[in-house]
């Protein structure tokens, strides 16, 4: 397998830094193969990849004894949520300790007033809104995966409803982060807004690990809708679809969620949720606010939809119908899958400024055309997101090849119309190269001044992001 | 007066400097005092201090030789858009020289169909607005001065509106922006989220000039609502204004804008802009949507403002009625000010989690009793942020030190709050303490990393935000 950016040469763990955090954590120290084996393996298309060993810390002042060690015994530290990240993040390049944040995943407040909870980072998205059950208040980020909020701020995600509610970086007021020296740093704060100094929240959002650990968050909350809606719509191709959602976006109209799949999503979706859906084009909405409100949210948008030729225009407005249709759509990364058993998928994330999005998702069905691969497409298409899951067979490595250069074609379109490599799945280490393309040289080199003005000995998940200098 | 950190001794102007400047700039080059005297004046209490030159470029590439040059003759640079600064960020503590942007105002591009535009950083928004008239967008940060959008970027504005639209962290998507070393780096994108590496448009956003010169922007704009109506509406005391607010907040009404202003606002904008309002405690309201919701969403807060004891709620649904109303709020300042001749205006800017800002105004109102200044109380009350215009007498030293520890009392107790001591005006040089009683030491010290990182000569707006380390 092509890996962009080859691991370097790693050294093994020192036994006394081994020793020191076996003595501090005991079994929540381990090399244990298995352990290993559970955290060098992501949702990504790469290969698996192990840390010399997994440590569990259960709050920040273990979380700096950790740093503390790997600093003393030049370790590599690499933080580790859910494991649902798709661009290699939590593979360790340079071996070292995978710091698995899952029994720091604790609420620690909520502030129903102020609609804002605090939570701990291996809190998932899951874990978060069944707490905020009976508060009137949920969490909106919602990126598919049961993903932990750290590692959700950690990759700047976002998912179906960022259209509405914003990504992270907009949903994450504060932090509390474990810098690379071991000092513990708040930033930002439960005020709604602030000019206060540098905005270290979101420089941390988005940096992937490589420039603290976060040990706390501060999370906006949303207050639950009184009203919700969701409907279907099948249209005779994608373009139609593309225009209804650029047309929808440029009324204002507040969708709470708009999304894309295209027939062979829609076909991976009937077989593996064993629903009956038309095989086409389609558009999932979801519309949040009042009764009134919803009710004309939706009426727009399906006029728009008869204008551009949507057909079976259905409504679900009991919760039952709702949920299973979006379960369906949350499933359908693992539907693609399922469409060939044994593969993994390469998933493009380009976005583009949304008048460009119907041609770069034409372009793009071209290119999987000529490409001969398999790769439905599904999209966050009110922000101009969209993916194409490249289903890949893991021991093909000329496969694997032709699935990287259809990404690149994909992404060199978007840059040329003004979009990003990524919307919401990061860098990792395998998009690199489009980092430079996309900001070049100079941004670039900025981003590694930045680096190593906070993380001088390169310990911070090393090999993310920002490429060799 | 108490200047909290002097200014260093100052270095003359280098003749080669001059020269060359003048040289390549002609008239646009200046070291006239009358043009130094309109650069070393803002809006804030602070004495004026003059820069010893002021430049105009007109391109990135003038700003790029502005920036050698200084760098080659190590002067400080300070960045200048329209002068309504609040926290003496325009003020040339150790000498150097004034870039005015406001001859760099072209719209470079109106994107409609994504509904963003690429500007000029000296434009202000009353003229971006302007230039879109016609094509039913509008840009909608309004910090009430018509201040540049590159001042307004550095400072992280926000205003009257960002309840419903947010400040320039959400409303900027990219950047060109000028570095210390005279590379010029893009940021950012025209693509409405990306996850492509270290937020560097964020981290400018709120820098004050401290870590790049901004050179263009990329700004989101709205549609024009269908719709929009708006309402006062007087209340017993400031109180059951204030508990009016909140639960409209936590209904998820999306007002477009929610405004307090004290008895003492609403008796000085009678006097200023000639109106007749009731001289009690005031709500502005403004709502924006669709005709259906704005008749909703006024209902619904008319209704809590009744349970409230509100009174007189007027409605101003005649666009000239509408037109009078903001217009008189926003030459707020200029009426606190007109309430005292001759003096100037100390402003506070506390924000604080909403379920505590009754409590914190009240706090403020018998710390102005206490302190027996004339302040009047205006604010951004659904973000939790608010004001206090203090009315010193620039030649009175007791005075500006009673005024300063009043600031001081307010700051504190937002900060106990969860607050903090900005909401929109930033740190300048006026706040550094507060900055690290807000973040602590370490989070500044990693500011002061992140400056290092950029700016290593520390030439740029040279004693703003980061205090000398």
Same mark, same amino acid.
């Given at each position: 397998?092509?890996?962009?950016?080859?691991?370097?040469?790693?050294?093994?763990?020192?036994?006394?830094?081994?020793?020191?955090?076996?003595? %501090?954590?005991?079994?929540?120290?381990?090399?244990?193969?298995?352990?290993?084996?559970?955290?060098?393996?992501?949702?990504?298309?790469?290969?698996?990849?192990?840390?010399?060993? #997994?440590?569990?810390?259960? @709050?920040?002042?273990?979380?700096? =004894?950790? !740093? @503390?060690?790997?600093?003393?015994?030049?370790?590599?530290?690499?933080?580790?949520?859910?494991?649902?990240?798709?661009?290699?993040?939590?593979?360790?390049?340079?071996?070292?300790?995978? !710091?698995?944040?899952?029994?720091?995943?604790?609420?620690?407040?909520?502030?129903?007033?102020?609609?804002?909870?605090? #939570?701990?980072?291996?809190?998932?998205?899951?874990?978060?809104?069944?707490?905020?059950?009976?508060?009137?208040?949920?969490?909106?980020?919602?990126?598919?995966?049961?993903?932990?909020?750290?590692?959700? =701020?950690?990759?700047?995600?976002?998912?179906?409803?960022?259209? %509405? +509610?914003?990504?992270?970086?907009?949903? #994450?007021?504060?932090?509390?982060?474990?810098?690379?020296?071991?000092?513990? *740093?708040?930033?930002?704060?439960?005020?709604?807004?602030?000019?206060?100094? +540098?905005?270290?929240?979101?420089?941390?959002?988005?940096?992937?690990?490589?420039?603290?650990?976060?040990?706390?968050?501060?999370?906006?909350?949303?207050?639950?809708?009184?009203?919700?809606?969701?409907?279907?719509?099948?249209f005779p191709d994608v373009g139609s679809a593309v225009r209804t959602v650029i047309q929808t976006i440029q009324l204002g109209v507040p969708v709470a969620r708009i999304e894309l799949l295209d027939e062979l999503t829609v076909q991976a979706i009937n077989r +593996?949720?064993?629903?009956?859906? %038309?095989?086409?084009?389609?558009?999932?909405?979801?519309?949040?606010?009042? &009764?009134?409100? #919803?009710?004309?949210?939706?009426?727009?948008?399906?006029?728009?939809?008869?204008?551009?030729?949507?057909?079976?225009?259905?409504?679900?407005?009991?919760?039952?119908?709702?949920?299973?249709?979006?379960?369906?759509?949350?499933? !359908? +990364?693992?539907?693609?899958?399922?469409?060939?058993?044994?593969?993994?998928?390469?998933?493009?994330?380009?976005?583009?400024?949304?008048?460009?999005?119907?041609?770069?998702?034409?372009?793009?069905?071209?290119?999987?055309?000529?490409?001969?691969? *398999?790769?439905? *497409?599904?999209?966050?298409?009110?922000?101009?997101?969209?993916?194409?899951?490249?289903?890949?067979?893991?021991?093909?490595?000329?496969?694997?090849?032709?699935?990287?250069?259809?990404?690149? %074609? *994909?992404?060199?379109?978007?840059?040329?119309?003004?979009?990003?490599?990524?919307?919401?799945?990061?860098?990792?280490?395998?998009?690199?190269?489009?980092?430079?393309?996309?900001?070049?040289?100079?941004?670039?080199?900025?981003?590694?001044?930045? &680096?190593?003005?906070?993380?001088?000995?390169?310990?911070?998940?090393?090999? &993310?992001?920002?490429?060799?200098?």
């Amino acid at each position: 397998m092509n890996l962009p950016h080859a691991p370097a040469a790693r050294q093994p763990l020192p036994a006394a830094f081994a020793g020191e955090l076996g003595a %501090r954590f005991g079994t929540r120290f381990s090399t244990a193969d298995a352990v290993r084996a559970h955290h060098g393996h992501d949702e990504s298309h790469f290969p698996d990849m192990l840390p010399d060993a #997994v440590v569990w810390p259960h @709050d920040t002042a273990e979380v700096v =004894a950790i !740093v @503390d060690a790997c600093r003393r015994h030049r370790v590599p530290i690499v933080p580790f949520g859910a494991g649902s990240s798709l661009e290699g993040h939590i593979l360790p390049l340079h071996g070292g300790i995978s !710091v698995d944040f899952s029994e720091m995943n604790k609420v620690l407040a909520v502030h129903g007033e102020d609609m804002d909870a605090v #939570v701990q980072p291996g809190i998932t998205r899951k874990q978060l809104n069944a707490a905020l059950h009976g508060s009137g208040l949920f969490f909106p980020v919602d990126p598919g995966a049961d993903a932990s909020l750290g590692g959700m =701020a950690a990759t700047r995600a976002s998912g179906t409803n960022a259209v %509405r +509610y914003g990504t992270m970086r907009d949903n #994450v007021l504060g932090m509390e982060v474990v810098l690379a020296d071991g000092r513990v *740093i708040r930033t930002g704060g439960r005020a709604r807004k602030s000019s206060s100094g +540098y905005d270290l929240t979101r420089l941390m959002i988005g940096s992937e690990g490589t420039l603290g650990l976060i040990t706390e968050l501060i999370v906006r909350l949303h207050p639950l809708p009184e009203a919700v809606s969701a409907a279907v719509c099948a249209f005779p191709d994608v373009g139609s679809a593309v225009r209804t959602v650029i047309q929808t976006i440029q009324l204002g109209v507040p969708v709470a969620r708009i999304e894309l799949l295209d027939e062979l999503t829609v076909q991976a979706i009937n077989r +593996y949720s064993k629903t009956t859906l %038309r095989e086409s084009p389609m558009l999932f909405f979801e519309f949040h606010g009042s &009764k009134a409100s #919803v009710e004309e949210q939706a009426q727009m948008v399906q006029e728009i939809a008869r204008d551009n030729g949507g057909q079976d225009f259905d409504w679900a407005t009991h919760p039952e119908d709702r949920t299973r249709l979006w379960a369906a759509r949350h499933d !359908v +990364y693992f539907s693609c899958i399922a469409l060939r058993p044994g593969c993994r998928g390469l998933t493009t994330d380009v976005c583009v400024p949304i008048s460009r999005l119907a041609d770069c998702i034409a372009g793009a069905r071209e290119d999987i055309a000529a490409s001969g691969l *398999i790769a439905p *497409i599904v999209g966050h298409v009110g922000d101009g997101n969209f993916h194409t899951v490249v289903l890949v067979d893991p021991d093909d490595d000329a496969e694997i090849l032709r699935a990287e250069a259809l990404n690149r %074609r *994909i992404v060199e379109r978007a840059l040329a119309m003004g979009g990003t490599c990524t919307g919401e799945h990061g860098i990792g280490f395998g998009k690199q190269d489009f980092l430079v393309a996309e900001h070049g040289r100079d941004a670039v080199d900025a981003m590694r001044a930045l &680096k190593r003005a906070l993380d001088p000995d390169g310990l911070l998940n090393p090999g &993310k992001i920002v490429p060799a200098g």
